[in-house]
């Protein structure tokens, strides 16, 4: 599936090669400075801003540093960065090359997903032509600086897209997130100064370099600023990969992709929220809906509990297993719909998983945790009336 | 493997991240790094930079509920019972986890922070298959106390009312019940981090997640080197010990079976524990007439054979010694101790190359069963067949190592059953005992003298330190008292993983007679020894083993080494995986001071001075130290296991 749309960035003819030249006349602490200025948040959704995370590495401490480009793209729903590595890997390569210049490491990694694994010939294709130009390797563009990338699979867990389970099974271990604090800023893969970005995260880097931090940051809202790719699928007329300014609305969204008798959007994947119709004029962006790029449309016929089922299934599936809220509360969620759906969940005890679910946001070990009861939560309290008193089995 | 990858896989396997906590913060509040003020429940502390909350917590005497946080391991922050709020922050954060490196505000008990445990705990409860009346660790669980504290009235999610899975008792030492395990992932990390083994691992996702070994083999059929350091941090009763309880009482009330114990040092400083009493409350005599009040027909001190494993190893090391230095012969040096079982094990898994280097002499338990059912039969006109020896450690492996088809030299099984102190605890308990008010009584002949150097095998060190008092003194002819303060070799001492000692032997005196019994003896004075330096080592707890073997290897330092005491668990047999439950570094750090104290109260305390030994090798093993009989009797061979076994 190609992208639907060309955009501002992703699917422009931006230079990447360029992007790294104007890089390279810059100090690093300028190039940080300039990522700072653009206002640039991470594209995976949790949207820390990029310049302040690149800041804390360069500042920290290591006998190496590494840049890791997260292409475990592994929620539902989200296949932006897919497009992203096929269509224009080099603007990802050349944004981490930026990173690795600007933090002062040698060395990238990019963690792919399993999945994505036809399109490892292609990268290391692209890998190898950059080497030839002289835009990766020793010398980068014959300065003084040097940065190579290496490409490393994922197996297929959802987890391994945190950041600190992905450093995990860098190193070879079971794929679970760290504690954290520390943060992999300094202590990551191997224990030394790690940045860990999203591959649209890399590409927007690309964009800034080309065509300015003023520019970028003149696009979106004040606090989400730039273009941002969104993969949007479900119940809509033209499904696909779209590139629109942050701030859109989700009205605006669902006009353009032909969706507009939504009953619900989930957005964010299955870790995001359900937003009902009675909410549709709020807008993507990192002060009000947050999201790494997951458009999920449900048309009216939909049924909002086998939603929910399906979302829970998926995070039972995928816990990693090692901390009680997200390892049991999953389950127990899980066990609450199969209740729901055959009409045996008392409200008493419907309250008493939404405290669960509440608990898990709060006390669960990483973000897997916390963000899996949303898409129960929030479709328990937009939908309740259509979740309640069934009788016999779902509603079909 | 990348360069990163190798810097964290060299030793130890717990991710980087967690290891840093292990490094220990200075806690007297003015020592170097940089200090912080925090706040929690409105009391203010200063701490030095990377304490975690938990630690800040304790020092001003905020509990705060834990399950997987040990003090023994590296931090896991899974369980979540310790969450906290801390001011600013979204979401909770595990109090065991994280580092102070600013000044917070903490809230330890917000209805948030109660909220969140309840239901956690609730979660654990669900799955938890907890007929606490038919449980071993009824009184004695870290998650029956934390529902008890937590007020836990109702099962929230729900409880099993059945077991879901079989019981692991494959092993002769340790069981797993799968049914009682919360996933704290203490056993994991014990296993993987704190010995180095790497028996047991998390599999599977999600909430089917379990722990399990290789291949989901029965521990029997793994590396397992029955340490049991597992069990003692295990919170519940997913990990205990193969008791052999039920046939001990058994073989009691038979009145054709005559029924004897031997009793390790360690034991002695622990059991009062289970009795509610301090650790480090010796109660040596008072579990003498105990033993006997519940049906021992005889009770030995294990340290009679403890001094004579350090006249047969001591031998030993002196004829490889001669055989390097004089023979220049190729000979196995250093040579290593073979008194810990779970040690012994390990060699055999996972350096089965270097097993040339251990001693051959029997541990002091396997040489008591055998000395019992020969010497002791015969001077008591007793039929072997008739007697039953059970011996008292603080010890899982020794259950296995009595179990070993080796170690039957006297004809009959040399000890019949291994039996742990918590065990013997229990024993007292159901025969109404109360081990503390019991009348105090000493050893039963012939093995009753023992010295100070058999008690101090108890504790890492204290092996080296005996071998060391008689070695010494059997070369040069001098006192030890004239070379170290009441014979206390301190350097040998303490917790520090790895210790290295040299000791230029100061003059040779002539060859004593108890080795001169040895008629192979190569030689009759000491004069190759004139000069020489003595090197050793000590290692406890197999992770610095690993260390240790691993510079031998690699020809570093402790390759010159002449002789390296190794013990299994951490503490040595005083942190053995079948004493009372909890452990911690404290708690070992106090059952060490009870038996060096006990050392101390002796009056003889080297063991070429205990005259039972010497009776034996004149009556019984004339043929002296290393002679043909003790060589039947007490020594033994060991198999290469291998890593990889079918």
Redesign the interface.
């Given at each position: 599936m190609n992208a639907n749309r060309k955009g501002l960035v992703t699917f422009s003819t931006i230079d990447p090669d360029a992007a790294l030249r104007a890089a390279v006349a810059k100090t690093r602490t300028e190039m940080i400075a300039e990522v700072t200025a653009s206002k640039l948040k991470g594209r995976g959704g949790a949207g820390f801003p990029t310049g302040v995370k690149w800041n804390l590495a360069a500042a920290a401490k290591g006998d190496?540093k590494?840049v890791i480009c997260n292409a475990d793209e592994g929620e539902p729903g989200t296949f932006k960065d897919r497009v992203i590595l096929s269509e224009v890997p080099d603007l990802v390569f050349a944004g981490m090359t930026i990173g690795g210049i600007a933090i002062g490491s040698a060395k990238g990694i990019v963690y792919l997903r399993g999945e994505y694994a036809y399109l490892r010939a292609q990268l290391e294709e692209a890998l190898a032509r950059r080497r030839a130009a002289g835009l990766l390797g020793p010398q980068i563009l014959s300065k003084s600086v040097g940065f190579d990338i290496e490409i490393r699979m994922g197996s297929g867990?959802y987890v391994c897209g945190e950041e600190?389970a992905l450093i995990?099974s860098?190193?070879?271990?079971?794929g679970e997130p760290?504690?954290?604090?520390?943060f992999p800023v300094d202590?990551g893969?191997?224990?030394?100064p790690t940045i860990v970005n999203n591959v649209e995260t890399f590409a927007c880097v690309a964009a800034i370099f080309a065509k300015g931090a003023a520019w970028f940051a003149s696009i979106g809202t004040e606090k989400s600023t730039g273009p941002k790719l969104f993969s949007v699928s479900g119940d809509c007329a033209n499904p696909g990969v779209y590139e629109f300014p942050m701030g859109i609305t989700v009205a605006e969204l669902l006009r353009e992709v032909g969706g507009e008798d939504a009953k619900a959007v989930q957005i964010g994947g299955a870790s995001g929220r359900c937003v009902p119709a009675s909410e549709f004029a709020r807008t993507i962006s990192y002060e009000d809906i947050s999201t790494g790029g997951s458009v999920m449309v449900f048309g009216p016929q939909r049924d909002m509990l086998a939603v929910a089922k399906n979302f829970m299934e998926f995070?039972?599936?995928?816990?990693?297993?090692?901390?009680?809220?997200c390892?049991?509360?999953?389950?127990?969620l899980l066990e609450g719909i199969e209740m729901l759906e055959e009409g045996r969940c008392s409200a008493r005890y419907l309250d008493?998983l939404l405290?669960?679910g509440?608990?898990m946001?709060?006390?669960?070990?990483c973000g897997l945790g916390?963000s899996s009861p949303n898409a129960f939560l929030s479709i328990v309290s937009h939908f309740q009336d259509e979740l309640m008193g069934r009788t016999h089995g779902p509603a079909r | 493997?990348s360069?990163?990858?190798k810097?964290?896989?060299q030793t130890s396997?717990a991710?980087?991240?967690?290891r840093?906590h292990l490094v220990k913060m200075p806690t007297n509040g003015t020592a170097i790094g940089a200090l912080v003020t925090i706040s929690i429940d409105g009391l203010e502390v200063k701490v030095p930079l990377g304490t975690t909350i938990l630690e800040a917590a304790k020092q001003i005497g905020v509990k705060i509920p834990t399950l997987c946080y040990h003090e023994d391991l590296c931090?896991?922050?899974?369980?979540?019972?310790c969450?906290v709020e801390v001011e600013g922050q979204r979401?909770?954060q595990?109090a065991c986890?994280?580092?102070i490196?600013s000044p917070l505000k903490i809230r330890t008990h917000t209805r948030?922070v109660r909220?969140?445990r309840r239901?956690?705990l609730d979660?654990?409860l669900?799955?938890h298959y907890g007929e606490c009346y038919s449980c071993f660790r009824n009184g004695n669980c870290e998650l029956q106390s934390l529902a008890a504290d937590l007020g836990v009235d109702f099962f929230?999610?729900g409880h099993p009312d059945k077991p879901t899975s079989e019981t692991d008792n494959s092993s002769y030492s340790v069981q797993r019940d799968m049914n009682k395990c919360i996933?704290c992932r203490r056993c994991v990390r014990t296993c993987i981090d704190l010995q180095e083994v790497g028996v047991l691992?998390?599999v599977?996702?999600?909430?089917?997640?379990r722990i399990s070994t290789f291949m989901d083999k029965p521990l029997a059929e793994v590396v397992c080197i029955n340490c049991g350091q597992c069990i003692n941090r295990c919170p519940t009763a997913a990990l205990g010990a193969a008791d052999p309880t039920d046939d001990v009482w058994r073989d009691i009330i038979n009145p054709a079976k005559h029924v004897v114990i031997q009793t390790a040092p360690a034991p002695r400083a622990a059991i009062g524990e289970c009795f509610g009493l301090a650790p480090g409350t010796p109660l040596t005599f008072e579990m003498n007439s105990a033993l006997r009040a519940i049906g021992f027909d005889k009770v030995f001190d294990t340290n009679f054979t403890a001094d004579l494993t350090i006249i047969e190893e001591g031998t030993e090391l002196i004829l490889r010694l001669h055989k390097a230095l004089v023979e220049k012969q190729p000979v196995a040096l250093p040579q290593f101790t073979s008194c810990s079982p779970g040690w012994v094990k390990y060699i055999e898994h996972f350096y089965p190359e270097m097993l040339p280097h251990m001693s051959s002499a029997k541990s002091p338990q396997q040489m008591f069963g055998s000395v019992i059912k020969t010497y002791y039969a015969k001077l008591h006109n007793l039929d072997p067949a008739d007697i039953v020896t059970v011996a008292l450690m603080p010890c899982s492996a020794k259950k296995f190592e009595c179990n070993r088809p080796e170690m039957a030299s006297s004809g009959y099984k040399d000890v019949d059953y291994g039996l742990v102190t918590r065990e013997l605890a229990q024993m007292f308990k159901e025969a109404g005992i109360e081990l503390p008010k019991m009348p105090k009584s000493d050893f039963d002949d012939p093995f009753g003298t023992a010295t100070g150097s058999g008690v101090i095998f108890g504790a890492t060190g204290g092996v080296m330190e005996a071998a060391l008092r008689t070695v010494i003194e059997l070369v040069s002819g001098l006192k030890v008292e004239n070379l170290y303060d009441h014979a206390n070799i301190l350097p040998v001492r303490g917790f520090d993983g790895v210790r290295y000692v040299e000791l230029t032997i100061p003059k040779v005196g002539p060859v004593p007679d108890l080795l001169k019994t040895n008629k192979h003896l190569p030689f009759d004075s000491w004069d190759w020894l004139a000069g020489a330096t003595l090197k050793i080592a000590v290692a406890h707890g197999t992770a610095n083993a690993k260390k240790v073997l691993e510079d031998i290897k690699a020809g570093g330092k402790l390759s010159e080494c002449h002789f390296i005491e190794f013990m299994a668990c951490p503490g040595g047999c005083l942190g053995g995986g079948g004493m009372p439950i909890p452990t911690s570094p404290a708690i070992r750090a106090a059952r060490a001071k009870a038996i060096y104290a006990e050392d101390a109260a002796y009056e003889v305390r080297k063991s070429h001075e205990n005259p039972a030994v010497i009776r034996l090798y004149n009556e019984f093993l004339t043929d002296g130290p290393n002679g043909h009989t003790a060589h039947h009797l007490l020594h033994t061979t060991y198999t290469p296991r291998g890593k990889y076994i079918a």
């Open positions: 190496a590494y867990a600190t995990e860098l190193e070879g271990q079971r760290r504690n954290r604090p520390p202590t893969l191997g224990g030394q995070f039972v599936e995928e816990s990693c297993g090692q901390c009680t809220p390892r049991e509360g999953n389950a127990k008493e405290t669960l509440e608990v946001q709060n006390a669960s070990k916390q | 493997m360069d990163q990858e810097a964290n896989t396997r991710p980087i991240s967690q840093g931090i896991a922050g899974v369980c979540r019972i969450v979401t909770l595990a986890a994280y580092p490196t948030k909220q969140a239901r956690i979660l654990l669900s799955k929230r999610f996933l691992e998390a599977h996702r999600g909430d089917k997640t």
